[in-house]
């Protein structure tokens, strides 16, 4: 299959400003992690191999951590994602089926559990919305609501589409960003290898759909009943989609070049209309998350492996 790391590109620095770079001590995170911003300015990490949550401040000096192996309350056994929202933590379990909601200091608060496997998630209005990612084979609604309160099913909505419905298409990678929240829209990606971007309201409603597939990934075509004994997933594509990240203005998704692990992402209006000719190219950094000011937050390895590096982005005027 043909790579497309020699496709012309825009380089990202024309595009995305580096503003920061911080390090991390190597001892302290083990590399697989999920971020959240916190209300003073700092961070929150959640380290999947740790299952274990870190709290840093502006200059990633830790203050504190919480979060455990285990099953009990406060604990996790497969903690896939972290979402901060009005001084509150929320993890998402995947293993365990379940959302744990803690204070902004760790203290834990409550928990409960949801029907489906899931490794996304959103909140807001005193709900917490779900998406299985790229790691469940999509079965039922894609996205689905809770109470935060008490942890009953609000609603559901996004049908799988056609290509993935009913299919095994499990990507083990818990770090895929596939539902996100503006002040006004809840978008969506249908599957890390199923190209198509939904564009809801905050109650559901589908104001637009549209493909993003282009140059550098090409919408697989998949047999009937395809399962992982049919072939490995990288004979039908040529990339995955990582992330979708949602600004005011645009839409933002990143695709992993299959092989070489290049980093590309093109922009999106909100009416599906590519912005950017080429892609831009982000080389092999580990675009982890947005911020809510639309700063895009990379993290890669020190040059001798000895510690962590967190790039901070700002798009240019």
């Not at 008490?150 to 299919?167: A, H, L, N, V, Y």
Request: glycine share 6%.
């Amino acid at each position: 299959m043909a790579m497309f790391s020699q496709t012309p590109s825009i380089d990202y620095r024309k595009v995305f400003i580096p503003q920061d770079t911080l390090h991390f001590k190597s001892d302290e995170l083990s590399g697989a992690m999920e971020f959240a911003s916190s209300g003073s300015g700092g961070l929150f990490v959640l380290d999947h191999l740790r299952n274990q949550v870190y709290k840093f401040d502006e200059q990633l000096n830790l203050l504190n951590s919480f979060g455990r192996n285990g099953k009990g309350p406060g604990e996790f056994t497969k903690a896939s994602d972290i979402y901060y929202d009005n001084n509150r933590v929320y993890i998402l379990d995947s293993r365990q089926l379940r959302v744990s909601i803690f204070q902004e200091n760790g203290d834990f608060l409550k928990s409960f559990l949801v029907d489906e496997r899931a490794t996304d998630m959103i909140v807001f209005d005193g709900q917490v919305c779900i998406h299985p990612g790229g790691i469940i084979p999509p079965k039922g609604k894609q996205i689905n609501c809770y109470s935060e309160e008490s942890g009953e099913k609000i609603r559901s909505f996004s049908t799988p589409s056609d290509e993935i419905s009913g299919k095994f298409l499990t990507i083990s990678n818990l770090t895929f960003n596939t539902i996100q929240k503006t002040d006004n829209h809840i978008i969506s990606l249908s599957h890390p290898i199923d190209a198509k971007i939904y564009v809801w309201d905050l109650e559901g409603k589908l104001i637009n759909q549209f493909m993003v597939d282009n140059e550098i990934f090409f919408q697989p075509s998949f047999p009937k009943n395809y399962s992982p004994a049919a072939g490995p997933l990288n004979e039908y594509t040529t990339a995955t989609i990582s992330s979708v990240f949602a600004d005011e203005n645009e839409i933002r998704v990143i695709y992993i070049e299959n092989g070489t692990g290049v980093k590309f992402c093109y922009l999106y209006d909100y009416e599906g209309n590519q912005i950017n000719e080429k892609p831009i190219d982000f080389e092999k950094r580990y675009i982890t998350y947005q911020t809510s000011d639309g700063n895009l937050i990379s993290v890669s390895y020190t040059e001798d492996k000895s510690g962590l590096v967190l790039n901070t982005f700002k798009k240019a005027n």
